[in-house]
């Protein structure tokens, strides 16, 4: 089984808006199921880098395993530059893991990268996505995203302990003899 941390907070919107040129901004990506053009958010290339943030739902500790960062994400190239995509998973103000896509493909596209060894994150209640648009050139293209989450391994468990039947069958067998 996984955790998800799925977006549940705005932290900072920048110059991304929503589908309906809103800033409520979590709302829009974070779906179990991608929507594509139902819910998204965006932002048109105007020669700058373009950022926002948001935050994460709260997940355990997670066991040993991989992490995954995944987000679906189009452009709309009306220009002739291709635009790219840093998703980077923060702890409160620390970048931990920094996944780069180039050339974000025309078409809804699913990204994934691999977190092979998550201990550097201390505070699975504390965690942030920073989306950025670079590369732009002011072509008036727009870079799209419809889905963006972490997906962890289960929580740890505990171990240890001894099933209550087997406790029950050992007392049982001691009061017999």
Known sequence: MAQYARPDADD???DWQNQDDGSSLYESIDESSADDNTTYIYCADSESTLVCRVGLSNVS?????????????????????TLSLKVELMQDSTVKFTSTTNSVATSYTNYSYTISDHSS???WDDLFLRLTLFNAQGMGD???ITQAYVETPDAS????STPIAAISMNTYRQMRN
């Not at 994400?73 to 009306?78: C, E, R």
């Not at 468990?157 to 240890?160: S, V």
């Open 142 to 144: 727009t870079l799209r």
């Open 61 to 81: 500790s997670p066991a040993s395993g991989n992490a995954y960062i995944k987000y679906r994400a189009l452009s709309s190239q009306n220009g002739m530059d």
């Open 12 to 14: 900072s919107d920048g």
């Open 121 to 123: 994150i201390t505070d």
């Open 157 to 160: 468990g505990g171990g240890g």
